[in-house]
């Protein structure tokens, strides 16, 4: 098997600084180990110094924060939550959680992300039909800012809270300010896979002292203060440990680095593919800075004279990663009965949509192979430059 012999090139793993030892020895030595301690207190400070959110709680997972927001707009059983359809299902299922129904709204062609057109028709559609909607979701996919102006108008105008996924969108910007602080309530993730990675975690970002700190208390069992055990509501188990938070502080230090990297990723592959028809990529507004967690690629197969599947596969064959582009909630099995309003934009998205390996630790090596593998394709495909 040559190629299985070949080192796997990921589409994004974990890149650690080197900060992030000492850190976690620090964690050791005063065997602060168990939940919560002074790295977490750090990270959260880390955090809203970097994207001037006031207040940030660290968690255990983006979609426990997702969850805790959702729990803070009082999202109870029978109530709607509208959510893009273009996402990682983590954004939908916290409102399943909470026994509330998703609401799907596509995206459009500008950012991918949610449409506010279609936005506003679900809102009056679903006031129309005497429905409690109680929370908006926005995704900044793949680390681009959706428009937020007038999602956030929408949301005002219906009196609606906006809660943000910006788990892809740590270090990207709308109008020079920071994807998560635009809505009531804000969420990061630091999985494995994304922009910087505590292994496994996410963050609750808000300006309101007392909501973040009802979040903290839900993600520690809901303790009453008492000496004994004392619960006058149900409580989770969603913080993150002293250890993880550590790793996390070390991440912080090369936030900026990391970002830079992902963006030269991205300019590499528009200078790859340039000449050759068919390929477009996510678009970048003057409103905004994406952080490129992934560089993702359209594919005209009319065009390109190949399609995106013809692409992945030559990829695997090298032992490389590649994905398809999100499939959207509302094509979802789960997801089948639940309400949607338009759908074709994402549709297309995700039946012509490719992720590159995107991580800002390709080595030089990496690139040659990667490049070697999209140009044989290109030039098998495409009549010349
Ligand atoms: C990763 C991700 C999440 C979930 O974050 P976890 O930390 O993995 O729970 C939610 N939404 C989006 C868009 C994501 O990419």
Redesign the pocket.
């Known amino acids: 098997m040559e190629n299985s012999e070949k080192k796997k090139i990921w589409l994004s793993s974990p890149h650690m600084s080197g900060y992030e030892e000492a850190y976690i020895k620090e964690a050791f030595a005063s065997n602060w180990i168990a939940p919560l301690g002074p790295h977490v207190d750090a990270f959260e400070k880390a955090l809203c110094s970097y994207t001037g959110a006031r207040h940030a709680a660290a968690l255990s ?6 969850h805790l927001a959702l729990m803070l707009c009082n999202v109870q059983r029978g109530d709607e939550v509208i959510c893009q359809s273009f ?2 299902s ?2 939908a299922n916290p409102i399943v959680y909470q026994g509330a129904t998703p609401v799907f709204v596509d995206s459009e062609e500008d950012t991918w992300n949610m449409d506010p057109q279609l936005l506003e028709e679900a809102l009056k559609d679903r006031l129309a039909r005497g429905k409690k909607i109680k929370a908006v979701i926005a ?1 900044h ?1 793949y680390g681009m800012p959706a428009k937020l102006n007038e999602i956030k108008a929408l949301c005002e105008r219906f009196e609606v809270p906006l809660i943000e ?1 910006a ?2 969108a740590l270090g990207s910007q709308y109008r020079g300010r920071a994807c998560g602080t635009f809505g009531r309530f804000g ?1 990061l ?3 494995g ?2 922009i910087i990675t505590t292994s ?3 963050a609750l970002l808000g300006e309101e002292a007392q909501a973040i700190e009802k979040a903290r208390f839900l993600a520690t069992q809901a303790r009453d203060p008492a000496p004994h055990y004392q619960h006058s509501h149900i409580g989770y188990n969603y913080r993150l440990s002293n250890v993880l938070a550590g790793i996390g502080r070390g991440q912080m230090q090369v936030l900026d680095e990391r970002v830079a990297q992902r963006r030269r990723n991205f300019d590499r592959y528009v200078r790859i593919f340039s000449g050759f028809p068919g390929i477009d990529f996510q678009p970048e507004s003057p409103d905004n800075f994406s952080n490129r967690w992934l560089t993702c690629i359209l594919i005209n197969p009319e065009l390109a004279g190949f399609d995106r599947e013809k692409l992945r596969l030559a990829l695997e064959n090298e032992n490389i990663e590649s994905r398809p582009l ?1 499939k959207p909630m509302h094509l979802q099995p789960v997801f089948k009965d639940a309400p949607a309003y338009g759908g074709s934009v994402c549709a297309r998205l995700f039946q012509d949509g490719l992720c590159l390996p995107s991580g800002s630790n390709l080595s030089p090596q990496d690139w040659e192979r990667i490049e070697e593998t999209l140009y044989s394709v290109l030039e098998s495909n495409t009549v010349s430059r």
């Open positions: 997972s983006g979609t426990a924060a997702l996402t990682f983590a954004s995704v996919l996924d788990a892809e969420i993730s630091f999985n896979n994304k496994g975690g996410g999100w």
